[in-house]
């Protein structure tokens, strides 16, 4: 059994678990240290990654539960690698954030925050669906208490909707999944099992396939957001600590559109094929909805959060574009949306503290000339949102733009509308929150040099895949093809092929060396 998936899992709740029982000082030094290994163990696998096979490396795959054919089963190929990168590298800044803040109860504070990215960590890698499942509503537990116990403003109300939303999600996909697996063996003959891959080589017939899909899609969408099932995103940006909102928002919010690619495109392909249209009519309404809204917010947290619910728009509309510019395009903006929000979040933190605690842009104008640095960062992470070329946005942008227009003309054509109106809310975030009149309530100086070191790597990051996008691109390419071949062939009017368990991508093993 190879423990290199699982000791990268478990390490941060170990890790926040040992720090609520030493005292404080070695306590918070623990959780960060935590934070910080998994985030070099991720760094370990990209570095050994083999870019050439389309399957699975570092494979754990051990019987669970055989009674009811569940197997604990963990894997990285191209498709969630970087998305484990994006988990590990953003939990750092958020984790120091918390510990190095006076915050009440920090070492339970701590805790939930490991719990948390162990449970995402665990999402990321889950290659059975029931375990799959699991990490995906533990996800819910940490969040529900950190929201909850350490939120501000109407955070009871907050946490009623968001634990409301993806409860009522993730008990739709939990009956999906038990009837995907029963239904699955029933219909092949075959003993009962969980594993996404076995699953994708006996598709079920497709009338089966659409009810199944849209339990599915239902518990994504609201994960994601998107449109119109982001009915808790509002009061629970308002409501959530600077450091869980990096968390939530950056990576929170992508284990379900991952979801749409690592289990309902290979997994259920007839219904993917089915539904596309009704899909891309969400993304397309999700880009515009969230860009239009974004532009007449005066709180950053909520031009962040409609801003978002368009990015993830974008994103989807990759997805069901079904080709493989447009999934290739998906995965590649999971990672850049996630890195600019994550900046972007403790640029607002920083900003907020230097207005006195006011939470509007009309409140903290001014600050360029004060604080350069933190400026200069500022405006490079808003350019990125701009999809400048240049940025790793541009890329991403492009990829799903190509793969729309390629069947999909007029979806394409109207989200493009899309990338003009982030133009308007990017610009206008950037100029009133740092020039026009000096906010009454504004101090201090410049960025200091914790909120530097928490800002500056993340900055770099995006610098750096604007200039080498091909990192994830040349990773990720094989991976992504694999799980649309199914659904694009049926798209195509051909028959769709799966791949045996025996000669599955999904089963090739690599070790680090």
Not at 110 to 137: I, K, P, S
Not at 187 to 201: H, K, M, P, Y
Not at 447 to 466: H, K, M, W
Request: with cysteine; glycine share 8%.
């Amino acid at each position: 059994m190879d423990l290199g998936l699982s000791f990268l899992v478990f390490l941060p709740v170990a890790a926040s678990l040992l720090a609520a029982l030493l005292p404080a000082r070695i306590g918070r030094a623990v959780a960060i240290a935590g934070a910080g290994v998994a985030l070099g163990y991720v760094a370990t696998l990209i570095s050994e990654f083999d870019s050439s096979a389309a399957g699975l490396q570092w494979v754990t795959d051990e019987a669970w539960i055989p009674e009811l054919g569940i197997r604990y089963q963990l894997g990285v190929d191209g498709l969630n690698l970087f998305l484990l990168a994006l988990t590990a590298l953003l939990w750092v800044p958020a984790t120091i954030w918390a510990a190095l803040r006076e915050t009440e109860r920090q070492k339970l504070f701590l805790f939930h925050m490991g719990l948390a990215e162990t449970a995402v960590l665990g999402a990321f890698v889950a290659q059975d669906l029931a375990l799959f499942v699991l990490f995906f509503d533990l996800m819910l537990v940490p969040f529900y208490f950190l929201i909850g116990g350490w939120g501000i403003g109407d955070r009871v109300a907050a946490t009623i909707k968001f634990v409301i939303y993806t409860l009522v999600g993730s008990l739709l996909m939990l009956a999906a999944a038990v009837a995907l697996g029963v239904l699955t063996a029933s219909n092949s003959g075959n003993e009962l099992t969980f594993s996404i891959a076995e699953l994708a080589a006996n598709p079920l017939p497709e009338g089966t396939q659409q009810w199944l899909f849209l339990l599915f899609a239902f518990a994504f969408l609201v994960k994601a957001p998107a449109f119109p099932f982001h009915g808790w995103v509002v009061d629970t940006y308002r409501a959530t600590p600077i450091p869980v909102l990096i968390c939530l928002s950056a990576v929170l919010s992508k284990v379900g559109v991952y979801a749409f690619l690592r289990v309902v495109l290979p997994v259920l392909p007839d219904a993917s094929v089915h539904f596309q249209d009704l899909l891309l009519v969400f993304a397309v309404f999700s880009i515009l909805y969230g860009s239009i809204l974004a532009f007449s917010q005066s709180e950053p947290r909520l031009v962040l959060a409609y801003s978002s619910i368009a990015q993830l728009g974008f994103i989807t509309l990759g997805i069901f574009a079904i080709d493989d510019l447009g999934a290739q395009g998906a995965v590649m903006q999971m990672v850049n949306h996630g890195l600019v929000v994550g900046a972007l979040l403790i640029v607002i933190g920083v900003l907020t503290a230097r207005a006195g605690g006011s939470a509007t842009m009309e409140q903290m104008g001014g600050m360029a000339l004060r604080a350069p640095v933190l400026a200069t960062l500022f405006l490079i992470v808003a350019l990125a949102t701009l999809a400048m070329p240049g940025s790793p946005n541009f890329v991403g942008e492009i990829l799903i733009l190509f793969g729309g227009f390629e069947d999909k003309f007029a979806f394409a054509a109207v989200a493009s509308i899309g990338v003009a109106l982030a133009a308007v809310y990017g610009i206008r975030l950037f100029q009133r929150s740092m020039h026009n009149r000096v906010g009454p309530g504004v101090e201090g100086g410049d960025i200091c040099r914790t909120d530097l070191a928490l800002l500056a790597p993340l900055v770099a990051v995006i610098v750096a895949l604007g200039v080498y996008p091909q990192l994830i691109l040349e990773r990720t390419d094989a991976a992504t093809t694999a799980q649309v071949t199914a659904a694009e062939a049926i798209a195509d009017g051909e028959p769709a092929t799966a791949a045996r368990p025996d000669d599955s991508p999904h089963f090739e093993i690599s070790e680090i060396e």
